[in-house]
C-alpha cells in the first residue's frame, strides 16, 4: 500500500454526506445524559466492564461504579468486535447469571 492509497483510504470516508456531523457527534459532547446519571434508573442488571489497557477511559474511573468484571488486554471496549473472544464471555456470564436458565443461551453467543 502506498502513502497516497493510504491517505485516500483515510480522507474517503470523511467526503461522505453526513460525515461532518457524525464526527462532530463523536468528538463534541451534546448535552444528553451521562451513563451514570441514567444507571439508577435501570430495574435489571447492568454489566459495567472495562478495557484494562483503554487509554480513553481508565480502569480507576470504572472503579467508581462498583464492582464489575475486567476485559484482560482489550481497549477500549466500545471496540468490542475488537476482541470479541475476551467481551463475549463477560456478557454470557452476565446473562448466565442473572437469567432463570443459563441453558437458554445458544451455543454460538
Not at 78 to 85: A, F, G, Q
Request: glycine share 8%; with cysteine.
Amino acid at each position: 500500500m502506498t502513502v497516497l492509497s493510504i491517505t485516500e483510504a483515510i480522507i474517503q470516508p470523511g467526503l461522505e454526506p453526513g460525515a461532518v456531523d457524525v464526527f462532530l457527534e463523536f468528538i463534541c459532547y451534546y448535552g444528553g445524559p451521562l451513563p451514570e446519571d441514567l444507571l439508577p434508573q435501570f430495574k435489571c442488571p447492568v454489566l459495567v466492564a472495562w478495557g484494562e489497557k483503554d487509554p480513553w477511559d481508565t480502569i480507576k474511573l470504572g472503579r467508581a461504579y462498583g464492582n464489575f468484571d475486567a476485559a484482560p488486554q482489550v481497549s477500549p471496549l466500545s471496540n468490542e468486535d475488537e476482541k470479541p473472544e475476551m467481551v463475549n464471555p463477560l456478557i454470557k456470564s452476565v446473562v448466565a447469571r442473572h437469567s432463570k436458565s443459563s441453558t437458554a443461551l445458544a451455543p454460538g453467543i
